[in-house]
């Protein structure tokens, strides 16, 4: 069987249906501008779902948390992965649980400040107060050994991060998905290209593997969103076609 960078344009479009379930505008206009740039991307976009451990619904519900994203908000791609989802068997409960682990990202935010005035400033001493033992709990709870930064948010203010704990905790314990998924969804969106995130990818590893995730299933989210950065030529090729269309001072 010919690769895929050997095919023609219609095989490549067949193939393409076939491996990934669609075919729409975007990658017609990436079929025009380069059939070995849109064979080469099939081959990394489809690489887990031909061999991985991941479900279809699950590889869905990570697209619409990565698309959904503060960090990153693509209309087009959290509309088609949330039909494709639903096709899958998602609920509408689950779309809304994936949308809820998301938007508790910009904890990270506190995090790394906290994180960064322990590092330039002289560390003040551990609290030992009765809050700070609460927000150490509930971290522990949520997502295992507590991390440097994480030591540095109780110490700046534990009140605070226990406000965001707490907010973590409304979305992560939901109920709509299991804690193995709603881990393996939060870690797609610390991971994903427009957060990468290494303390906040740390904690979802350590977290989804404690509610039952395999070594296999935590390498497929990471597998599974490298492809995301697509979005780059999916957003400019249009706006470039457009001011600069084919053929003029190529």
């Known amino acids: 069987m010919a690769t895929t960078s050997t095919l023609s344009p219609d095989q490549l479009r067949a193939e393409f249906k076939r491996r990934r379930g669609r075919w729409h505008d975007d990658w017609e206009a990436i079929l025009a501008f380069s059939p070995s740039y849109l064979a080469a991307y099939l081959e990394l976009s489809a690489y ?15 697209y619409v948390a990565t ?4 960090t990153h908000m693509f209309e087009k791609g959290l509309r088609n992965h949330a039909r494709e989802a639903l096709a899958e068997g998602a609920t509408r409960a689950e779309l809304l649980a994936v949308a809820a682990i998301v938007s508790t990202i910009g904890g990270q935010t506190y995090l790394m400040g906290a994180n960064a005035l322990d590092v330039c400033l002289p560390q003040k001493p551990a609290d030992t107060s009765a809050e700070a033992a609460s927000a150490m709990s509930l971290h522990s709870s949520l997502f295992g050994a507590v991390q440097a930064d994480a030591e540095a948010a109780v110490r700046q203010d534990a009140d605070f991060y226990q406000c965001w704990l707490d907010f973590a905790a409304s979305s992560l314990q ?3 998905l299991p804690p193995k998924e709603a881990h393996l969804i939060a870690l797609a969106a610390y991971a994903q ?8 990818v740390e904690r979802q590893v350590r977290a989804a593997l404690s509610a039952g995730a395999s070594p296999q299933e935590v390498l497929d989210v990471l597998r599974l969103i490298t ?10 090729l249009p706006i470039i076609n457009e001011l600069a269309p084919e053929g003029t001072g190529e």
């Open 174 to 176: 939901g109920g709509a």
């Open 67 to 70: 698309n959904c994203s503060p």
């Open 193 to 200: 290209c427009t957060q990468m995130s290494r303390e906040g």
């Open 227 to 236: 492809s995301m950065s697509i979005h780059a030529m999916v957003f400019a």
């Open 48 to 62: 887990v779902a031909d061999r991985g451990a991941l479900s279809p619904r699950l590889r869905e519900l990570l």
